[in-house]
């Protein structure tokens, strides 16, 4: 059975920082397409980046680029996402997914609540 549990989420002020995980288990992270994605209350779920199993690259979302990081420790299992200068527009639920070759996902985590205050 797959499992995808993100942390690392909570309230924290614009301009600031947060870094969430995502630890995996029933999966072998080194062998996945990983990603991020976000739903905002009333919005539909966007998505964020992904970390690339066959070749180490990652993808961004175009509002997030420059700002987000996401990175992954295989021996961990666990795929993380550095946000530096949140803003409250990036208040959101935070998923963490499996993605398979056909870059479609397999898996999603519960997800964790970001708050940016203003």
């Known amino acids: 059975q797959v499992r995808l549990v993100e942390s690392g989420g909570g309230l924290v002020q614009a301009g600031g920082s947060l870094r969430l995980s995502c630890a995996a288990s029933?999966?072998?992270?080194?062998?996945?397409?990983m990603g991020w994605f976000r739903q905002a209350p009333g919005k539909e779920r966007e998505f964020l980046a992904q970390?690339?199993?066959?070749?180490?690259?990652?993808d961004y979302g175009q509002f997030v680029k420059g700002r987000f990081t996401i990175s992954r420790d295989n021996a961990e299992n666990t795929v993380y996402l550095q946000m530096n200068n949140l803003k409250p527009e990036d208040t959101a639920v935070y998923y963490c997914?499996?993605?398979?070759?056909?870059?479609?996902?397999?898996?999603w985590g519960k997800g964790t609540l970001v708050t940016v205050s203003s």
């Open positions: 970390s690339r199993w066959t070749d180490g690259g990652t």
């Open positions: 997914a499996g993605i398979n070759n056909g870059f479609t996902v397999d898996y």
């Open positions: 029933g999966l072998t992270v080194s062998r996945y397409h």
